[in-house]
T-cell receptor
Framework: LAKTTQPISMDSYEGQEVNITCSHN???????ITWYQQFPSQGPRFIIQ???TKVTNEVASLFIPADRKSSTLSLPRVSLSDTAVYYC????????FGQGTELSVKP | ETGVTQTPRHLVMGMTNKKSLKCEQH?????MYWYKQSAKKPLELMFV???????ENNSVPSRFSPECPNSSHLFLHLHTLQPEDSALYLC??????????????????FGPGTRLTVL
């Protein structure tokens, strides 16, 4: 049963690149890795999903090494509005959310 | 209306009350989910429905009773709740259910949640 581990919190400043790493040592062959963003009192929102190597979209990049035992969400040039909780999710036959990383972006 | 909607957005109830939470998805998805999110805790998956059939119940107490009359609607019936059941209850939907290798087809689309307070 895959379990994810990510840092509880991170601080950053506006304009910086932020990298949040998630560990998922027991990921199964068919599992995908998905990251969600959640603001207070709202439902999580999809950011990016990947299976291996690198995936990039308009808001983030996701780096997954060959062994797939971890993944790194990269947010380029964060702004104050990126302050939120970021969840790493291993998706397959089971849904296992991590405890989330509370990102605080300061001016 | 688009996306996933939930009503009510806020609910206060006593321990002897019976209430229901409603979720509706306008995305044409086949799977729907209930999650519980307590303060400072990760999301806890409660129930999963795929094509109206319950496929997952994560040891949820019987005071929570889900109902899925069709692929677009999901209810959570509440009775005899405890104060520790106070939480944000989130509904989600996805194109596919919990299928290994489904990738983007089980991307979760969440509703805004119902903030439940049990007195």
């Amino acid at each position: 049963l895959a379990k994810t581990t990510q840092p509880i919190s991170m601080d950053s400043y506006e304009g910086q690149e932020v990298n949040i790493t998630c560990s998922h040592n027991n990921i199964a062959t068919n599992d995908y890795i998905t990251w969600y963003q959640q603001f207070p009192s709202q439902g999580p929102r999809f950011i990016i999903q990947g299976y291996k190597t690198k995936v990039t979209n308009e808001v983030a990049s996701l780096f997954i090494p060959a062994d797939r035992k971890s993944s790194t969400l990269s947010l380029p040039r964060v702004s104050l509005s990126d302050t939120a909780v970021y969840y790493c999710l291993v998706q397959g036959g089971k849904l296992i959310f991590g405890q989330g990383t509370e990102l605080s972006v300061k001016p | 209306e688009t996306g996933v909607t939930q009503t009510p957005r806020h609910l206060v109830m006593g321990m002897t009350n019976k209430k229901s939470l409603k979720c509706e998805q306008h995305l044409g998805h086949n799977a729907m989910y209930w999650y519980k999110q307590s303060a400072k805790k990760p999301l806890e998956l409660m129930f999963v429905y795929n094509f109206k059939e319950q496929t997952e119940n994560n040891s949820v107490p019987s005071r929570f009773s889900p109902e899925c009359p069709n692929s677009s609607h999901l209810f959570l019936h509440l009775h005899t709740l405890q104060p520790e059941d106070s939480a944000l209850y989130l509904c989600a939907s996805s194109q596919a259910g919990l299928v290994a290798g489904a990738g983007k087809y089980n991307e979760q689309f969440f509703g805004p949640g119902t903030r439940l307070t049990v007195l």
